[in-house]
């Protein structure tokens, strides 16, 4: 049975930083890119970062962009997701998706106060 954990979420007030993780059981996602999306309250999910399956390409949202870092340890079948410099609207519950799959997690609270 897959499994995928997000973990690492709280509260924080804004300019602090989070680091999300996301461990997957159950089959290894070694060759699949990993994605981080989030949703908002009375929003729709959307797209957060993506890595290749070797960790050697990433991409980001605009709203993120060098401010967070997406990572993986495929030794561990993990995927990170380090944010910095966080803002309120960065609020959301956080969830990572192997690309290619329906495989989601029960996602991760991340509340900043401003």
């Known amino acids: 049975q897959v499994q995928l954990v997000e973990s690492g979420g709280g509260l924080v007030q804004a300019g602090g930083s989070l680091r999300l993780s996301c461990a997957a059981s159950?089959?290894?996602?070694?060759?699949?890119?990993m994605r981080w999306f989030r949703q908002a309250p009375g929003k729709e999910r959307e797209f957060v970062a993506s890595?290749?399956?070797?960790?050697?390409?990433?991409s980001y949202a605009g709203s993120v962009k060098g401010r967070f870092t997406i990572s993986r340890d495929n030794a561990k079948n993990t995927v990170f997701l380090q944010m910095n410099n966080l803002k309120p609207e960065d609020t959301a519950v956080y969830y990572c998706n192997p690309d290619r799959t329906d495989y989601w997690g029960q996602g991760t609270q991340v509340t900043v106060s401003s």
């Open positions: 890595i290749n399956w070797s960790g050697g390409l990433t």
């Open positions: 159950g089959r290894t996602f070694n060759n699949l890119a």
